[in-house]
């Protein structure tokens, strides 16, 4: 059974540009979670789709936003980037409570 | 709001000295709480899920314990290649049958010495 996947696995950005980052889940799960990996912060809760609707967000401005498509796989878009967005961004499957998590992606804003 | 603590932030042990990770939580209501391994640059690694208190789950060298305000990673004669980020987290009720996010700690890095 193949894993999470993530794509790209590095993105270099400048300020002010936007990015996007794709996720496909497991196959049979329909949630996807967003969390963002900062260095020295720990994981933080930025969006979970549910059904292709989105459930619930963290405390992230607007800009970080996103959509997961009919076939569950899901897109985190990342407008008007700043320096302290760099961080490697994790995007989780799950169908019940546990989660798998792919394996990241670098974004790197300079 | 959901917290997590875990400690300590390092461990450094000898190949097969036993010892334990603790992780403190608050939250308004489990529904479960979780320890992922991370290696360096990569995704946690899903590990156990614990659901009430006095669950016990083992995986080889890995026990993992749950009371009403903490949980323990218990690492059994441990080697070298158990090095890595050992993660917890707590999962709050996101009403009816909904499963919400996960609320991190910090995460203790472990590092077995051969």
């Known amino acids: 059974e193949a894993g999470v996947t993530q794509s790209p696995t590095h993105l270099i950005k400048t300020r002010g540009q936007q990015a996007t980052l794709r996720c496909s889940p497991i196959?049979?799960?329909?949630?996807v979670y967003w969390y963002q990996q900062a260095l020295g912060l720990g994981l933080q809760f930025l969006l979970w789709y549910d059904e292709g609707e989105e459930r619930n967000r963290g405390n992230f401005p607007p800009r970080f936003s996103g959509r997961q498509f009919p076939n569950y796989s899901s897109e985190l878009n990342v407008n008007a980037l700043e320096l302290e967005d760099s961080a490697l961004y994790l995007c989780?499957?799950?169908?019940?409570?546990?989660?798998?998590f792919g394996p990241g992606t670098r974004l790197t804003v300079t | 709001e959901d917290q997590v603590t875990q400690s300590p932030e390092a461990l450094r042990l000898q190949e097969g000295e036993s010892s334990s990770l603790n992780c403190s939580y608050t939250?308004?209501?489990?529904?479960?709480l979780f320890w992922y391994r991370q290696d360096p640059g990569k995704g946690p690694e899903f590990l156990f899920t614990?659901?009430?208190a006095g669950e016990e789950k083992e995986k080889e060298r890995l026990k993992a314990t749950l009371t009403k305000k903490e949980s323990f990673l218990h690492i059994t004669a441990p080697k070298p290649e158990d090095s890595a980020t050992y993660l917890c987290?707590?999962?709050?009720?996101?009403?009816?049958?909904?499963?919400?996010?996960?609320?991190f700690g910090q995460g203790t890095i472990l590092t077995v010495h051969p």
């Open positions: 939250v308004s209501g489990l529904r479960g």
């Open positions: 989780a499957g799950a169908r019940v409570g546990e989660q798998y």
């Open positions: 196959s049979g799960h329909t949630s």
């Open positions: 614990l659901y009430s």
């Open positions: 987290a707590v999962q709050a009720y996101a009403g009816g049958t909904s499963y919400g996010k996960l609320t």
